[in-house]
């Protein structure tokens, strides 16, 4: 998976998710502030990016991905771990 | 005396028809809403078929996020809820007092197909792996919770739980929080989903559902010789409540009255009734008694007939202690012969058709009624719809664990 793949991905998975319009999924969108999540949500969304990228993204960790681009940040990241 | 309740508002969702007017057409016109299950691969199953609701789509109720974060059973409880709302003509866009309506929708079991497939990610993929929504999915009091976010309707707000017997309890406790002034407008009643690979297994190892596989819409046949159980449904029943005082103020069009509920317990046995139907005669009496009405006035029984060959027996006897010799002279039947047993639901669809009875004069029949069995010998309404002027109705409902509601609807005249 190429890095443009990946952002792909990840844009897919959010507007899954929050079933929000790919539009509104820019790099700065909040998930919280702006994409309507609660916090319920972000835990789901947390855990699909787990399944898809089969990695595990401990919970102290959760907070680091508030945005669109700071969670394509922390994916990045972690996969070149 | 106590304010006189009415009913001003109505939802369906059966597995004849989603909405008030195709269920109804279907259940004067004698239709089983039985089939081969489809929601999972029932193939090995002792039963392979249900009542399930047909071409239901949560998107024409709600928005992709929010059907994802709904169980079945409660997607079913915001489509009746939404028609019940609007039948009402409650009027949501102006001056309305929110915190004066309440919501009160139960469910016999919740969401279980929720916690069937969370109890699956837990055993395959691990604890992390369960969604923070199962808990919130499957709770049996979410439908509730998800109206009055829906409409925004403030006033006392809980779910109520008696296996097949929960609509009827909602329904009476939604009365009571009425007449004690707790709020002027209810909606309440029931609603189910539990046709899934649990819920179909363990009813089989029960012996409590039918396994006429071959036949699926000769398979409820309450009051027959050759029932063999009942059938698993699906669906939702909602009804808006009123004070009199409050629907009259409002020139609501009044669909009927609720003119009480008697309740009690068989204090017996987990699944199975009390010999003679005890249970069923005191809550039976107990809705007379509430209703201030006679045997001599009630004309139509919507039976819990559910076609189990412990219920139709012991549930006719109770029928003949309750009403004596009025009892030959009742009409009573068993919709669930055409719906299947929606169980939490039950209580609200049923009463919908004993309301629908005392609208129409039209009473729809027990089908499948071909060899009564010979301890069944009422006027079960076989296999057609009768016309009958019917001014008040009660409807039975009795769930496991010995919990016995019911429901007296009478005719008002506007």
């Known amino acids: 998976m190429t890095k ?3 952002v792909q991905k990840v844009k897919e998975i959010i507007v899954e998710q929050l079933g929000v319009d790919p539009s509104e999924v820019t790099l700065e969108a909040s998930f919280i502030d702006d994409l309507g999540a609660d916090s319920l949500d972000t835990v789901e969304l947390v855990m699909e990016f787990e399944s898809a990228f089969d990695i ?14 700071s969670a394509i940040e922390y994916l990045e990241k972690k996969l070149a771990e | 005396m106590a304010d006189r309740i009415v009913i001003t508002g109505m939802g369906i969702v059966t597995p004849l028809g989603i909405g008030v007017e195709q269920s109804w057409n279907d259940l004067v016109a004698g239709k089983s809403g039985a089939a081969p299950i489809t929601r999972f691969d029932a193939s090995g199953f002792k039963t392979t078929f249900g009542c399930e609701v047909k071409g239901f789509d949560p998107l024409d109720y709600m928005d992709r996020k929010e059907a994802k974060r709904m169980d079945l059973f409660c997607q079913f409880a915001i489509a009746a809820s939404e028609e019940a709302i609007v039948s009402s003509g409650l009027d949501l866009d102006n001056d309305i007092d929110r915190d004066r309506i ?3 929708i139960g469910s016999g079991i919740g969401g279980m197909t929720t916690y069937e497939s969370q109890i699956i990610r837990l ?7 369960v969604s923070p929504f199962f808990i919130p999915m499957m709770i049996g009091d979410i439908a509730s919770g998800q109206v009055s976010i829906k409409w925004n309707f403030s006033g006392p707000n809980y779910a109520v739980q008696s296996a097949c017997a929960t609509a009827s309890h909602a329904i009476g406790l939604a009365y ?3 007449q004690a002034g707790d709020a002027d407008v209810m909606l309440c009643g029931g609603s189910e989903a539990p046709i899934n690979a649990t819920g179909v297994a363990g009813f089989n190892s029960m012996h409590a559902i039918s396994t006429r596989n071959a036949e699926p819409e000769k398979a409820s046949r309450p009051f027959d010789i050759d029932r063999d159980g009942f059938v698993i449904g699906e669906g939702a029943g909602i009804f808006i409540l009123e004070t009199e005082e409050h629907a009259l103020k409002r020139g609501a069009k009044i669909l009927g009255e609720l003119a009480g509920y008697g309740f009690s317990g068989d204090a017996y046995h987990l699944t199975a009734p009390a010999p003679g139907g005890t249970g069923a005669v005191k809550s039976m009496q107990a809705a007379m008694k509430k209703a201030g009405c006679k045997p001599e006035d009630i004309d139509y029984i919507n039976a819990h007939g559910t076609s189990t060959p412990h219920n139709d027996q012991t549930e006719t006897a109770a029928i003949k202690t309750a009403f004596g010799d009025h009892a ?8 669930k012969s055409m719906t299947g047993h929606l169980l939490g639901a039950a209580g609200a669809v049923e009463m919908f058709v004993s309301l629908m009875a005392v609208r129409t004069g039209i009473i729809p029949p027990t089908i499948n009624l071909d060899n009564p069995d010979p301890e069944c010998d009422l006027f079960y309404v076989p296999n057609k719809s009768v016309k009958r002027d019917v001014e008040t109705s009660l409807s039975n409902t009795f769930g496991f664990g010995g919990h016995n509601a019911s429901i007296i609807v009478r005719r008002w005249d506007n």
């Open chain 2, 176 to 178: 009571m929080h009425l």
């Open chain 1, 56 to 69: 595990e993204i401990p919970d102290e960790d959760a907070d680091q991905l508030a945005t669109v681009g």
């Open chain 2, 102 to 104: 309440g919501v009160l």
């Open chain 1, 4 to 6: 443009e793949e990946r």
């Open chain 2, 123 to 129: 055993s395959q993929l691990g604890p992390r792996k």
């Open chain 2, 328 to 335: 030959y002279n009742l009409a009573v039947s068993s919709t």
